[in-house]
């Protein structure tokens, strides 16, 4: 029977003791703010050998995610952290995770990339990534991003899968603020998680194989084929994975939250921490009688398109809010997936844009109800500028 | 390619390769523009093309291989002669030719055997 209790927490200590529960066959990792207590605790528990992980300190993190494609190759369950300039410079290594098929899972401590240099939060570092072939899954709190990483073991494990992982929470605003979450036993986390059983292990050495071997025109679109087609299955393994971590929690997981949505006429779009700000924004509203709502993004990559009409169709109105932008781009990223989502639909809500909080800019109550109130206009056909911005100064 | 080139459903994930020792397959005489061309009247069975040859595309022949050289021909059985090329694996790299003591190989543009 699973056993749940209540803890105060914070959002890089509930990963780190997420990771503890699996137990990881090996972690390679390198320290980079707002990451770093996440490692900071892990490392504590292999000192202290509550785990059984080989915890290898690299030297950067293109060494760190390439100790874990060689050590997920050789067979072992491997887990690494991360954040912004840390990602940048693993970024060919972590296209060649995905494309090798090793289910490594990162946390991704959400951080604006340089320059200038700045180390608080926004998404432009993770949206980076949303073409390396990474599955993506958000988390609003720390419990959350206890909860993905402890499911997303179990989806990018799943053989007809194969894909790593990232799990992202916002630097400083999760990572390292102290909230009430609800952790389970050990015992439930560890059967849930189960033994790995690794495909093509390098160490099997009564079944030789070889790794990254040359791909010319000859295959190379034929292996990226089989990458679209493992992220297809990831729909449906993701989907088994989040009713049976329901099971345990009693909880229900979806792609994407739908706060108050059913006959909310404005809604707001928005991922990991702005999404629980704009809840107390949503009571509030409604408190006054206005149908606003909010739909939370859990799963970024695979893009589940047709979820994301049938949950916003009904709407008049739809603010789409990016923590990241795209430079000479339409909008941010967000936007444009979700926009495109609609071109088909006959019957559609008015749908706008507005990148906020690069570099750890606070996204307030006061530019919620403000962007809910100009939903409004957008709502009676008075569209203007789709794409916006809030919280910068003119 | 000899073989049909396998669709996305057919081949392992990742780029994998899972048969081992599959290299000897992958024929790499397809990417061959000089082909060597030995003259038995100069040879005279030193190998050192044999030892050489980064694809192990000259052959060893004994003392009836008809390819074999004419001077210092080796009685013993089935070494120690030179016995042809193996042109499914000779990409043409030409360190044979290069290396001859006597100048017994010379590379020929493949066009010239169309």
């Known amino acids: 029977m699973v056993q749940k209790t209540k803890q105060a927490r914070t959002g890089a200590e509930c990963s780190a003791e997420a990771m503890r529960q699996i137990n990881p066959d090996v972690v390679a990792a390198y320290p980079i703010t707002p990451q770093t207590p996440i490692m900071h605790a892990f490392s504590q528990y292999v000192a202290d050998g509550k785990v059984d992980t080989e915890f290898i300190t690299v030297e950067s993190e293109h060494s760190a995610m390439s100790a874990c494609v060689g050590s997920s190759a050789a067979g072992a369950r491997t887990m690494t952290a991360t954040s912004a300039n840390g990602l940048a410079l693993m970024w060919e290594v972590v296209y060649i995770a995905a494309s090798t098929r090793l289910p490594i899972v990162m946390n991704v401590v959400n951080r604006a990339l340089s320059g200038p240099i700045n180390i608080h939060c926004d998404h432009s570092d993770s949206m980076g990534c949303r073409d390396t072939g990474w599955i993506q899954l958000y988390s609003e709190n720390g419990e959350e991003a206890y909860e993905n990483t402890l499911m997303a073991v179990r989806i990018a494990e799943d053989p007809n899968v194969l894909l790593p992982v990232m799990v992202c929470q916002d630097g400083f605003i999760t990572s390292h603020s102290v909230e009430t979450v609800e952790l389970i036993d050990d015992e439930s986390a560890r059967g849930f998680v189960g033994e790995y059983h690794p495909k093509d292990?390098?160490?099997?050495?009564?079944?030789?194989?070889?790794?990254?071997?040359?791909?010319?025109?000859?295959?190379?679109?034929?292996?990226?084929?089989?990458?679209?087609?493992?992220?297809?299955?990831?729909?449906?393994?993701?989907?088994?994975?989040?009713?049976?971590?329901?099971?345990?929690?009693?909880?229900?997981?979806?792609?994407?939250?739908?706060y108050l949505l059913e006959d909310a006429e404005r809604v707001i779009v928005c991922a990991n921490s702005s999404a629980g700000t704009t809840k107390v924004v949503v009571d509030e509203l409604r408190a006054k009688g206005e149908k606003v709502g909010l739909l939370k993004p859990r799963v970024f990559r695979p893009f589940l398109a047709e979820q994301v009409v049938e949950k916003l169709k009904h709407a008049k109105s739809v603010a789409i809010l990016d923590r990241a932008a795209s430079f000479g781009g339409h909008g941010g990223p967000f936007f444009n997936e979700f926009r495109s989502a609609f071109h088909e639909e006959k019957e559609k809500p008015a749908i706008i844009n507005y990148i906020y909080g690069l570099g750890g800019r606070e996204l307030d109550l006061a530019q919620l109800r403000a962007i809910f109130e100009e939903l409004k206009a957008v709502a009676s056909g008075d569209v203007g500028h789709n794409v916006r911005y809030s919280g910068v100064r003119e | 390619m000899p073989e049909k080139p396998k669709g996305w459903k057919e081949i392992p994930i990742g780029g994998k390769i899972i048969e081992p020792g599959n290299s000897t397959k992958y024929r790499t005489g397809d990417w061959r523009t000089f082909r060597p061309i030995h003259d038995k009247e100069k040879c005279i069975n030193c190998m050192i093309c044999w030892m050489l040859c980064p694809d192990s595309a000259i052959k060893a022949g004994g003392p009836d291989c008809p390819e074999k050289g004419a001077k210092g021909a080796s009685d013993k059985p089935s070494t120690c002669n030179f016995g042809g090329f193996d042109l499914e694996h000779c990409k043409g790299c030409g360190l044979c030719a290069a290396n001859c003591p006597t100048k017994a190989i010379t590379m020929k543009q493949e066009k010239e055997f169309d």
């Open chain 1, 201 to 258: 292990a390098l160490l099997d050495t009564d079944k030789p194989v070889t790794y990254g071997p040359l791909d010319l025109f000859d295959y190379y679109f034929e292996h990226k084929m089989q990458q679209i087609d493992a992220m297809e299955h990831a729909k449906d393994a993701i989907r088994k994975v989040f009713d049976e971590f329901g099971q345990l929690t009693g909880k229900k997981y979806d792609f994407f939250e739908g």
